[in-house]
């Protein structure tokens, strides 16, 4: 079973489980249409990461919320970043020159996962990059810690089998 099948049922059993000690729930975007991965590709001029479309041809993001079922208090939310919000900051570069600025020429970041607004883990894409390194970016500088598209997912999913139990 893929990772994102995993995380969904994860999620459908929590909410059948009077014993679960938070209520789980998660907006699953559908699939990304080909004509939508090759607009977000034409704006970066470049393919996108394997890794990175093989979700978008699964599901264009989504979004996770806990909150304790008796304190009401919550976790942070998880998200995976849609395909539509790539393209919505590629669309609008304007809008997100603070973001972008430290990018060199040729280069693109494709957010994947953002843990808080400062800190935001993606691709960084130019045509040296193998499309499978995650890189991190946190308003200051992007590195590349080792992490890909599958080690976050299953991170994901560690937490998701931790709040839904």
Do not use: W
């Given at each position: 079973?893929?990772?994102?099948?995993?995380?969904?049922?994860?999620?459908?059993?929590?909410?059948?489980?009077?014993?679960?000690s938070?209520?789980?729930s998660?907006?699953?975007?559908?699939?990304?249409?080909?004509?939508?991965?090759?607009?977000?590709?034409?704006?970066?001029?470049?393919?996108?990461?394997?890794?990175?479309?093989?979700?978008?041809?699964?599901?264009?993001?989504?979004?996770?919320?806990?909150?304790?079922?008796?304190?009401?208090?919550?976790?942070p939310?998880?998200?995976?970043?849609?395909?539509?919000?790539?393209?919505?900051?590629?669309?609008?570069?304007?809008?997100?020159?603070?973001?972008?600025?430290?990018?060199?020429?040729?280069?693109?970041?494709?957010?994947?996962?953002?843990?808080?607004?400062?800190?935001?883990?993606?691709?960084l894409?130019?045509?040296?990059?193998n499309?499978?390194?995650?890189?991190?970016?946190?308003l200051?500088?992007?590195?590349?810690?080792?992490?890909?598209?599958?080690?976050?997912?299953?991170?994901?999913?560690?937490?998701?089998?931790?709040?839904?139990?």
């Open positions: 079973m893929e990772i994102i099948e995993k995380i969904v049922s994860l999620v459908e059993k929590s909410k059948n489980n009077p014993d679960c938070y209520n789980v998660a907006t699953i975007n559908p699939p990304a249409s080909e004509e939508k991965i090759e607009k977000l590709e034409k704006l970066i001029g470049h393919s996108l990461p394997k890794d990175l479309k093989n979700i978008y041809k699964k599901c264009s993001g989504f979004q996770i919320e806990f909150s304790h079922k008796k304190f009401g208090f919550g976790s939310k998880i998200k995976i970043t849609s395909l539509e919000d790539n393209l919505k900051m590629y669309e609008n570069r304007k809008d997100y020159s603070a973001f972008l600025a430290d990018l060199k020429e040729n280069q693109s970041f494709l957010i994947l996962y953002q843990e808080q607004p400062e800190l935001s883990y993606g691709y894409v130019d045509e040296n990059s499309g499978t390194d995650i890189h991190t970016y946190n200051e500088e992007y590195k590349n810690e080792g992490d890909t598209a599958s080690s976050i997912l299953n991170n994901i999913l560690d937490r998701v089998a931790y709040y839904s139990n």
